[in-house]
């Protein structure tokens, strides 16, 4: 099994490659964690970091379940 077996992130849609996914910062309990790729959670920091309003779920590639 690759990674390019694994469902794109639901954030930007591309595939997640060789690197680990990891947990979005954006939350809406009670529903589980939203899991993106690494670049994502990169521009998720840089985004937070700068103060910008992050990038909501509803406007993802994918938007998740629950969210919409
Ligand atoms: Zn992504």
Redesign the pocket.
């Known amino acids: 099994m690759t990674f390019e077996s694994v469902v794109p ?1 639901p ?2 849609g ?1 595939p997640p490659g060789d690197t680990p996914p990891g947990v979005s910062r954006m939350t809406n309990e009670p529903l589980p964690p939203l899991w ?2 690494t ?2 959670c990169a521009d998720e920091a840089d985004t937070d970091t700068y103060g910008d309003p992050p990038w909501p779920p509803t406007e993802w590639a994918h938007p998740p379940l629950g969210w919409t």
């Open positions: 992130c954030r930007c591309l993106i790729c670049d994502c």
